[in-house]
């Protein structure tokens, strides 16, 4: 899992890529993360400046490292890592009632596009219906939000090791 964190006109940018697992074709309401047996959360560091401070998420980004897919990914964001299934290629859980607590909210991006020759990308904005812009606090202790992405629609023709690299940008309150 790749990370990276920088801040542009005021708004931090987050970064996170993991090479997807993909065993095999998914399934529509798949989890998309990089082992089939032990994945992980999708863990944005530092979206906040300080532990436990509010924040809100005016855009994000989906961006799968190959062309002609279009799937729809969910986004399920949270205060602490989840109980729900992290493997990939596994039906998802979320949302579990034992993660309410912790529950932030969820970005929808609609069908990613190839715009070029190179990667699928979907954008999510506050003129569109992906739930942005959306505005969360981390824990009292954590700067951190932990997510679970998932496929809303079957993927057909990834290859494992496909870079999914999802990027949240975040204006401070």
Known sequence: MALSV?????VQVVSVTKALAAAGNYAANDVLSEHA????AWTFEDV??????????????AILETTALTPRIVLYLFKAVP?????????N??????????????????????????DSVAISTSGTNGN???EFSCATADANLYGIAVTRDAITG????DDLTIVLFVRQD
């Open 6 to 10: 920088h801040t542009f006109a005021g």
């Open 37 to 40: 047996s032990s994945g992980t």
């Open 48 to 61: 906040v400046k300080k532990n436990g401070r509010t924040a809100t998420i005016t855009k994000a980004m």
């Open 83 to 91: 109980t729900s299934v992290l493997n990939d290629n596994v039906l």
């Open 93 to 118: 859980t979320a949302l579990l009632h034992a993660d309410l607590a912790n529950f932030v909210g969820w970005i929808e991006f609609d069908a990613m596009e190839t715009l070029n020759a190179g």
């Open 132 to 134: 942005v812009p959306l």
């Open 158 to 161: 990834e290859a494992a090791g």
